[in-house]
């Protein structure tokens, strides 16, 4: 399938096209799930993760005994995504509710980090991440040697993403409920 457009947010208006934002987008939220394929079944997996906006990748640490470092191993295509809820976006019509929410979808070959010093670096990342109010060597040992042989580290290298926001517009009808709007 070669359509430029097949990633792209049906609902136009929602999109999300500003390259920066989406980065930002990846580097707050707290996780997503990573769809690679096995012997033709999409296998979507739960992780935490941290955005490589130099390399324009999404890292994550796995099991190496797992099913995602043996199916990265063989060089998957693969789908990340992220998405965030907001509030329900109520209305008379039950067809016009809605919600309010962001997502971000990325589409690349999935890889296992060979070299120690790349994963030495999304290691120290997701810690960065996940762990910012804390320093290696101080609050916690500094991964070794042996602990970066003994880890599996995936990567997403993106090729292609799309993002789409729907938020309330305050000035329409179907903004967040107020269920005393009809007795007025």
């Known amino acids: 399938m070669n359509d430029p457009d097949r990633h792209r947010p049906r609902y136009r208006q929602r999109a999300?096209?500003?390259?920066?934002?989406?980065?930002?987008?990846?580097?707050?939220?707290?996780?997503?799930?990573?769809?690679?394929?096995d012997a033709g079944e999409p296998v979507p997996t739960p992780l935490l993760y941290v955005?490589?906006?130099?390399?324009h990748a999404i890292?994550?640490?796995v099991s190496p005994a797992g099913r995602s470092a043996a199916i990265a191993e063989t060089g998957s295509a693969g789908a990340f995504t992220v998405a965030s809820m907001g509030e329900i976006i109520h209305a008379?019509?039950?067809?016009?509710?809605?919600?309010?929410?962001?997502?971000?979808?990325?589409h690349g070959g999935v890889e296992?980090?060979?070299d120690a010093d790349a994963k030495q670096d999304a290691l120290a990342r997701l810690m960065a991440k996940y762990a910012p109010e804390m320093t290696a060597g101080a609050d916690y040992r500094?991964?070794?040697?042996?602990?970066?042989?003994?880890?599996a580290v995936i990567r997403l290298s993106i090729e292609d993403w799309s993002a789409k926001r729907n938020r309330a517009d305050p000035g329409d009808e179907t903004t967040v409920f107020d269920p005393d709007w009809r007795q007025e």
């Open 16 to 37: 999300v096209t500003d390259d920066a934002e989406i980065r930002q987008f990846l580097h707050r939220h707290p996780w997503g799930v990573l769809t690679t394929v």
């Open 51 to 55: 955005y490589d906006s130099e390399a």
């Open 59 to 61: 890292d994550a640490h």
């Open 92 to 106: 008379w019509e039950a067809w016009e509710f809605d919600t309010e929410y962001e997502s971000v979808i990325a």
């Open 112 to 114: 296992l980090l060979e």
């Open 142 to 151: 500094a991964i070794t040697d042996e602990e970066i042989r003994g880890t």
